[in-house]
């Protein structure tokens, strides 16, 4: 594995790079403060748990739910974001009950499976539009950075367009679930010690991924 | 003897300070071998070694934002994370200042960053060592490929290097393992730029320190393709201080290790002008010590070994011991990199990869040699891979639900990317003085960092970025991503060089042929700062080599009654 590959940024299925990401980069206006964030409450981790579970069922292996994806997110809000991307996320919370009663006239946790996936996939459609504007201004931020190292002027800051709640939810979701013991050991397939290596093997469609390392 | 006299000193216990005990001791020295970190014995310390990827707080996704205010230079690159942060010294304790922005990622502890190093290993070739010389470039290497070549033997064949024999002058074959293999994408891939670029070109397996055959002489067992090489390797598959040089020092006896000890200076004597031992001061209680010895190793990694030279003999030589060439600080280099390509790979379907190698593709220099001219000198190789992609790739149409779960479980497209690492001149300007303003924990002044690529790095760069590109698709590869990432700051090659260089003539080097202070015969600076010029090849193996070079030669002299 070339070292420099960890770096890449993907896009998971989400339309955007890891959210957070662009803050390790050089030149981002950060705050390096999340003190202001305790815990999701209960309810909150629960209702998560139910979300993950629109987005990752069980199928014939188990789904989010199982992998207790809600918990990871909880710990991944508290240590890992940001004070402004708590506040979006938590918000978020709030406002995906909202846009669920608008579409289909009830909570998400009233809804049916169906109702909730309908939902979920025009949430998903939104937040995917929105993600296309923040990578647009992104670029433009990182335009005006590079012109202003050009001139010298080291002080310059990028600005920060906010991240779609929902493209928060569903990363922390795909990540909780594919790199919890359950997603990757019976979703995926884990091999910890390998103890060779096979280029070339056979592969047919519908074979499981290997998990992450 | 009293118990603070020894016939060697070794600063720093990492992939050089490591070779030196080693070498010293095993041709019968009583070695001290001081190290300003903790401690970290072999397989007991690699705390994360065997650690699944759901047994991380944060999955090893991400660094925490106290991770991230704790550590302001480590985040800037990829290095920040929880996997193997107890490896990394921590900034708060370890400070600098930048006049130009510049990423110091050390590791301060036995084994040093010989833990996390990338383990490519490669030799210098004859061009490497004439072209300052031939290019009127810094100055002349004093010493050429062959007065290496047998001292790369050596150490590859105690290390272990796998790599295949490829018979190109560019890059010297050496004393290889068996191979690790490549993919089949790769395979194919190598044939088609083979093809394309007329055999000008090459493509094939990443030498590196991971053992396919396994030494039991040493206690290590080959690779087992678990690639998290860099939180330590239970097996000592990968040559690290722990797994290799420092038990075969310890064997003989003849070592004595001092982890917690901060060399403050060589002690210097002006009538002999000798140095008579170092004075260290204790990371844990602040007190300081004297050790004697008649030689002195400084392996503290290239910055630091300068930084205990400038701190050295500043009655006699206000900017330190070896500064009399005006030399010493000057002229530091790294590789620079973040510029290559990336993309799709159509087709193989039907194939996967078993097993997690821990190494890459190379693809050596071939800008500058033989009948190719640019508009810069000297030139870069790459390294790369293809892999196929896993719970991370796009699945199109679906969104979200039980078909877009169940496609998100199957393997996704076959990526190729390479990335280049170029290499940096020696530019006297480019230099880390002592900043006597401002101070560590322990009132030690730190550097300050005044480094900057400049035209011919920036020229060779977009020929980086655009030669992935061309190589790319010759390959067939589809939606090539460019990269040429301005990001790059000075010292994020984690190859830092050149401060305290060799050469020919006290006036304008700072160390003789066989790594000796000119000012002082009995001081050795084999690391990172004894480099003349950078390659694009990674330097430790070079290191290494010249260690062991620089070693058996002192031992020589001290036998003779010379030092």
């Not at chain 2, 050089?16 to 005990?21: D, N, R, T």
């Not at chain 2, 730190?446 to 020229?459: Q, T």
């Not at chain 2, 990432?485 to 700072?510: C, F, L, N, W």
Request: hydrophobic share 35%; aromatic share 10%.
């Amino acid at each position: 594995m070339n070292r420099r590959e960890l770096l890449r940024l993907v896009t998971m299925a989400t339309g955007s790079v890891l959210i957070g990401s662009e803050l390790l980069l050089s030149g981002c206006n950060t705050t390096d403060s999340n003190t202001a964030f305790a815990s999701l409450t209960a309810e909150e981790i629960a209702f998560l748990d139910e979300v993950g579970e629109t987005i990752l069922p069980a199928t014939a292996s188990p789904g989010a739910k199982a992998a207790e994806v809600g918990k990871f997110i909880n710990v991944m809000i508290r240590d890992c974001y940001e004070t402004d991307d708590q506040q979006t996320f938590q918000k978020g919370i709030k406002e995906l009950d909202l846009a669920c009663k608008k579409m289909q006239g009830k909570t998400f946790l009233e809804a049916t499976a169906q109702q909730r996936e309908q939902f979920l996939i025009a949430l998903d459609k939104e937040a995917k539009d929105y993600s296309k504007k923040k990578t647009l201004f992104d670029n433009e931020q990182g335009k005006l950075y590079t012109q202003a190292q050009e001139k010298g002027d080291l002080q310059f800051k990028k600005e920060r367009m906010q991240p779609h709640y929902f493209t928060m939810m569903k990363q922390l979701v795909m990540i909780g679930f594919f790199t919890s013991k359950t997603g990757a050991t019976q979703a995926l397939r884990h091999v910890a010690v390998p103890g060779r290596y096979d280029g070339a093997m056979e592969y047919k469609k519908g074979d499981k991924a290997w998990s992450s390392k | 003897m009293a118990d603070n006299v020894y016939d060697a000193i070794v600063v720093g216990s990492g992939i050089s300070g490591g070779w030196a005990a080693k070498e010293l001791t095993e041709k019968g020295l009583k070695v001290l071998l001081l190290e300003r970190g903790r401690n970290v014995e072999h397989v007991k310390d690699y705390v994360n070694a065997n650690k699944e990827v759901w047994e991380f707080e944060h999955r090893t996704n991400r660094p925490t934002v106290q991770m991230l205010k704790d550590y302001p230079v480590l985040r800037r690159d990829y290095v920040l994370n929880e996997a193997n942060l107890d490896f990394w010294a921590k900034d708060s304790e370890s400070p600098y200042t930048e006049t130009k922005p510049f990423a110091w990622f050390r590791g301060y502890q036995v084994g040093g960053r010989s833990l996390t190093w990338g383990r490519q290993s490669y030799r210098f070739n004859k061009w490497d060592f004439e072209a300052n010389g031939k290019e009127g470039i810094g100055v002349d290497w004093p010493i050429r490929y062959n007065d290496l070549a047998p001292w790369y033997s050596y150490v590859e064949k105690f290390a272990g290097i796998q790599g295949s024999k490829e018979g190109l002058d560019v890059l010297p074959d050496g004393e290889f393992l068996p191979a690790m293999d490549m993919n089949i994408v790769e395979k194919d891939v190598a044939k088609r730029i083979k093809e394309k670029f007329e055999g000008k070109r090459h493509f094939f397996i990443g030498r590196s320190a991971n053992i396919t055959q396994p030494k039991p002489e040493q206690k290590r067992i080959n690779c087992q393709y678990r690639d998290r090489c860099w939180r330590g390797c239970p097996y000592g598959a990968y040559f690290s201080t722990q797994s290799a040089t420092l038990p075969a020092a310890m064997a003989t006896g003849n070592l004595t290790l001092r982890p917690f000890a901060i060399v403050k200076q060589v002690l210097y004597d002006k009538n002999t002008k000798k140095a008579t031992g170092v004075e260290i001061l204790d990371a844990e209680t602040n007190k300081t010590y004297e050790y004697k010895a008649k030689i002195i190793f400084l392996n503290a990694s290239a910055l630091n070994s300068t930084w205990v030279l400038m701190n050295s003999a500043t009655g006699i030589w206000p900017d330190g011991l070896g500064s009399s060439s005006g030399e010493l600080g000057h002229n530091v280099m790294d590789h620079h990199l973040n510029a290559g390509a990336s993309g799709f790979v159509e087709g193989y379907e039907d194939k996967y990869i078993f097993g997690r190698r821990p190494t890459g593709i190379y693809v050596p220099r071939y800008r500058n040699i033989y009948d190719d001219k640019r508009d810069y000198v000297r030139g870069f190789g790459y390294q790369g891979s293809a892999s196929r992609e896993g719970w991370k790739h796009d699945v199109a149409e679906l969104t979200i639900g039980g078909a877009f779960k169940d496609a998100t479980c199957e393997a996704g497209s076959w990526k190729m990317g390479l990335s280049g690492f170029g290499e940096m001149l020696p530019y006297h300007e480019n230099k880390v003085t002592l900043n006597k303003n401002k101070t560590d924990k322990w009132g030690l002044p730190v550097l300050d960092m005044d480094v900057e690529i400049k035209e011919n790095e920036r020229r060779m760069r977009k020929d980086m970025m655009n030669d992935a590109i061309e190589m790319l698709e010759a390959a067939g590869v589809k939606k090539i991503k460019p990269e040429l990432d301005e990001k790059y700051q000075p010292g994020m090659g984690i190859h830092e060089m050149g401060t305290a260089r060799m050469g020919r003539d006290p006036k304008t080097s700072v160390l003789n042929a066989h790594n000796q202070v000119w000012d002082a015969i009995n001081v050795f600076v084999t690391d990172g700062a004894a480099m003349t010029s950078a390659s694009c090849v990674n330097p430790s193996l070079t290191y290494m080599a010249l260690t062991a070079r620089a070693a058996d030669y002192a031992v020589g002299e001290l036998k003779k009654g010379n030092l």
